[in-house]
């Protein structure tokens, strides 16, 4: 019997007054270390950090914290946009479904241009292909080659068909719905599916409406928890476990292997992208000795951007998946990436080198609201 300590309930998609603690009832998965770090990496900021084991599902760190204090809600209640994170997964659907391939090339002169909309985009080389589009985090890719699934009309019938075979891989990665993770307060998050755009946008759309979900914005929110998940289904080559946090549970749902729509072949490329980001793209704050696999997201937002990271390691033999989310972080560089790192370290190595421990203290003394 599941015993929460619960205060407060959701309210308009936001946290109530109050604070929602993790499971009091034992043993459960979470690692103590991972768990000390987290909390003290947290250490005035509004976020969440969650770590999973691939091999089984089970949830080793859940960190969060709010103005509050620790708010379990934050990473399994309150879905927000992905931001860039978001493009592994829609790198898997386009390489499934033909719409790429690893060598498909576009053109990014610093951002997209259409009419009135105007996309930035990160400083690097053009044309690029899939892997270095993944590592550098180029917008004008994934824009591009979502909205050219969404009107493509030699694949599928038409829009209708595309964005619902869209949402069918992403559901199929642990996205939009609950998982049924047993904690209670969880969330899904939306998927924009054909029914909610023709309502959205009374019938009047196509994919240049919607482009921006392909790098993780506009119809599209993820929870932490989905966001950590995704990263375990990429490390594992297309399935995962249910997450779960109670130690030795005999629950069928949580010890049931689920395999998603993506072909095989498609994950290796994505996977080589996520090594390159963390070689020589948009995550090199955390190279190190041993083979990372990372992409970053900033997630636009009024103020200053929200900060994000997802990731799994070692790359060949995968013993842990993190995500983070800062909000209010900046770049996912900026913050939640330094995080991953460190989480990583600490789970794989059992502590932090010195030099990654004095790291963890500035990060640590670090106020975000």
């Known amino acids: 019997m599941k015993r929460l300590i619960l205060w407060g309930i959701m309210i308009g998609g936001s946290l109530g007054a109050l604070c929602q603690q993790l499971p009091k009832d034992g043993p459960l998965t979470i690692r103590p270390i991972l768990q000390r770090l987290g909390e003290q990496l947290l250490t005035g900021k509004t976020g969440s950090?969650?770590?999973?084991?691939?091999a089984n599902?089970?949830?080793?760190?859940?960190?969060?914290?709010?103005p509050k204090g620790s708010d379990v809600r934050l990473a399994i209640g309150k879905p927000q946009a992905p931001?860039?994170?978001f493009k592994t997964a829609q790198a898997l659907t386009l390489l499934s479904e033909g719409i790429v391939t690893p060598a498909t090339q576009v053109v990014c002169n610093n951002g997209v241009t259409d009419e009135n909309i105007k996309v930035g985009c990160h400083q690097h080389r053009s044309p690029l292909a899939l892997k270095d589009a993944l590592a550098k985090s180029c917008n004008?890719?994934?824009l591009m080659t979502f909205a050219?699934?969404?009107?493509?009309?030699?694949?599928y019938n038409?829009?209708?068909e595309a964005i619902n075979t869209w949402r069918s891989y992403m559901q199929s990665m642990g996205l939009g719905g609950p998982m049924h993770?047993?904690?209670e307060g969880e969330?899904?998050?939306?998927l924009a599916g054909a029914d909610y755009l023709n309502r959205r946008y009374k019938n009047n759309w196509d994919g240049k409406t919607i482009w921006w979900a392909g790098m993780g914005q506009g119809d599209v929110t993820c929870t932490p928890l989905q966001l950590c998940n995704l990263a375990v289904t990429i490390a594992n080559r297309g399935w995962y476990y249910v997450p779960h946090i109670h130690q030795g549970t005999k629950n069928q749902r949580y010890l049931t292997k689920r395999w998603t729509k993506v072909k095989e072949s498609a994950y290796l490329p994505v996977i080589e992208g996520m090594k390159m980001a963390v070689e020589n793209g948009t995550a090199t704050c955390i190279r190190t000795t041993y083979p990372i696999c990372g992409k970053t997201g900033t997630v636009e937002n009024p103020g200053k951007d929200h900060s994000a990271f997802i990731g799994f390691a070692p790359m060949s033999e995968p013993k842990i998946a993190v995500s983070v989310y800062i909000e209010h972080g900046g770049f996912g560089a900026d913050m939640a990436a330094p995080i991953a790192g460190l989480i990583i370290e600490a789970y794989l190595k059992g502590k932090l080198s010195p030099p990654s421990a004095t790291k963890a203290k500035k990060i640590a003394a670090q106020k975000i609201r």
């Open 148 to 155: 050219s699934m969404i009107n493509d009309d030699f694949i």
């Open 181 to 183: 993770i047993d904690i």
């Open 158 to 160: 038409d829009k209708t």
């Open 140 to 142: 004008t890719w994934f």
């Open 187 to 190: 969330q899904g998050g939306l």
């Open 49 to 54: 950090i969650v770590a999973i084991n691939p």
């Open 83 to 85: 931001g860039s994170t």
């Open 57 to 66: 599902g089970e949830i080793l760190c859940i960190a969060t914290n709010t």
